[in-house]
């Protein structure tokens, strides 16, 4: 199993960024998928789920209405739309096959003026 997410970076407060993870090694279109991120000095955190079909999202309750998880099967790839970031989600965000507790090796956002 592989998870590489890209595109994270330097934002301004305000400012969007997406997320993406491509994924290989098991039936991707088969499994819940999900982002965690960990800020300096914290626990990691569940940011948001998404069910096999894409029909189910669910969210931490800090991101619902600003980040989008989205998936496309056909791609092997699940998305994370981020917009009005905050410094305060400034971390490494990681994309996790939950259930067999696969993690990519993260993409760092940094949001700061």
């Known amino acids: 199993v592989q998870l590489v997410e890209s595109g994270g970076g330097l934002v301004q407060p305000g400012g969007s960024l997406r997320l993406s993870c491509v994924a290989s090694g098991f039936t991707f279109s088969s499994y819940v998928m999900s982002w965690y991120r960990q800020a300096p000095g914290k626990e990691r955190e569940l940011v948001a789920t998404?069910?096999?079909?894409?029909?189910?999202?669910n969210y931490a309750d800090s991101m619902k209405g600003r980040f989008t998880i989205s998936r496309d099967n056909a791609k092997n790839t699940v998305f994370l739309q981020m917009n009005s970031l905050k410094p305060e989600d400034t971390a490494v965000y990681y994309c996790?096959?939950?259930?067999?507790?696969?993690w990519g090796q993260g993409t760092q956002v940094t949001v700061s003026s």
């Open positions: 996790v096959l939950p259930i067999r507790g696969y």
């Open positions: 998404i069910s096999s079909g894409g029909r189910t999202t």
